[in-house]
């Protein structure tokens, strides 16, 4: 008969996590904004999450391709774990701005265990999106007149 599972460990300690890059205040640049940072528990760290919050209108990145890319509705995305289930991880999560403005980073970290998981909201940041250059121009086309529309 094969050994019994070890029984897993109840979790009765919130998850504990930094927010390394970027720091606050930062001049994001035009192009990927890579996040960073750490996550910690007693037990093991099942998930880090980051939602990203436009501080102009207050509306959340939503990650789609049309538009501005960002809803109303709170939308958090998986950050990558360096040691997923460990009792220590670093993590990332990649961003590029499509517009200049201020952001407000939130980190969620969540833990596994017998008890209900634990989550903590880590420290915001507040950082600046340079403007964008655009890397196209639109101008009207010669061959056609500029009043018709197609």
């Not at 460990?9 to 970027?22: E, F, H, K, V």
Request: proline share 9%.
């Amino acid at each position: 008969m094969p050994p019994l599972p070890t029984p897993p460990t109840n979790d009765s300690i919130r998850p504990n996590g930094t927010l390394t890059t970027p720091t606050a205040g930062a001049q994001l640049p035009n192009a990927t904004v890579n996040f960073a940072g750490t996550a910690t528990d007693n037990v093991a760290v099942g998930t880090v999450k980051v939602a990203l919050k436009r501080l102009s209108d207050g509306r959340y990145w939503s990650g789609s391709a049309t538009g501005s890319g960002f809803s109303t509705a709170y939308k958090a995305f998986d950050a990558t774990l360096d040691a997923p289930g460990g009792a220590a991880t670093g993590w990332t999560w990649a961003w590029t701005p499509r517009a200049a403005g201020d952001y407000q980073i939130i980190v969620e970290a969540q833990a596994h265990g017998t008890g209900s998981e634990q989550e903590l909201l880590l420290p915001v940041v507040n950082a600046t999106a340079a403007q964008r250059t655009p890397d196209t121009a639109i101008c009207a086309d010669a061959k056609r007149p500029a009043n018709r529309s197609w």
